[in-house]
Every structure is written in C-alpha cells, then in structure tokens.
C-alpha cells in the first residue's frame, strides 16, 4: 500500500509554469513507475507522463518539450515541472504509483489537484 498526496495546483496565465509534487506516504525505491496523469471535463483520463523506478521517462505528445517529470527516492516524491502552459493543460492532475509483482499491477492514486491556464 502507498498513499499519495499531490501539491502546487492553482491557477496561472497562458505561457506560465507550475510545479507539481506528489509526496508517498513510504519509500518508492521499489515502485516500478510512478507518473502523472490528467482529467479534464468531459473527457478520460490520459497520461502526461511517468518515470520508471531506473529513470527512464515517457511523456504524452502534447507535453514533450514543455513537462519535465522527476523522481526523488530519498524524498519519496515525484515531480511534474510545467512550462509554457496552454489553456488546454487545463485539468485535475492526478499523480499515480505502478507495482508489479510478477503477472499482478497494482496501481495507486492521489485525490488530484487542480491547474487551470487561463487564456
């Protein structure tokens, strides 16, 4: 089990940054991924991007170039680093852990926090 808490949503202009964190309540050394993910109104939610327990990382097309995503293991924390946000990134962003243990996944998530680009 791994509770989640994510931090640093709020409201920010067209072109802005923010950064997201999400805190574990224990060590994510073990955790084979954990990532960030998004929900918009009306629509599903999507991955934004997610970070494997050995770096490697893997973003959403929409983001590439502007989200920068990074895991701390002595902090047990994740991070979502924002730039040159559009109206678009509008969301609830939801950061996510991945276990896998031989053929069973389990995932856990945060409550969400809130972005919202204005235009």
């Known amino acids: 089990q791994v509770q989640l808490v994510e931090s640093g949503g709020g409201l920010v202009q067209a072109g802005g940054s923010l950064g997201l964190s999400c805190a574990a309540s224990?060590?994510?050394?073990?955790?084979?991924?954990m990532g960030w993910y998004r929900q918009a109104p009306g629509k599903q939610r999507e991955l934004v991007a997610v970070?494997?327990?050995?770096?490697?990382?893997n973003y959403a097309d929409s983001v590439k170039g502007r989200f920068t995503i990074s895991r701390d293991n002595s902090k047990n924390t994740v991070s979502l680093q924002m730039n040159s946000l559009k109206s678009e990134d509008t969301a609830v962003y939801y950061c996510?852990?991945?276990?896998?243990?031989?053929?069973?996944?389990?995932?856990?998530w945060g409550q969400g926090t809130q972005v919202t680009v204005s235009s």
């Open positions: 224990r060590s994510i050394f073990s955790i084979n991924a």
């Open positions: 996510n852990a991945r276990t896998i243990r031989g053929v069973v996944t389990h995932d856990y």
């Open positions: 970070i494997t327990s050995g770096g490697s990382t």
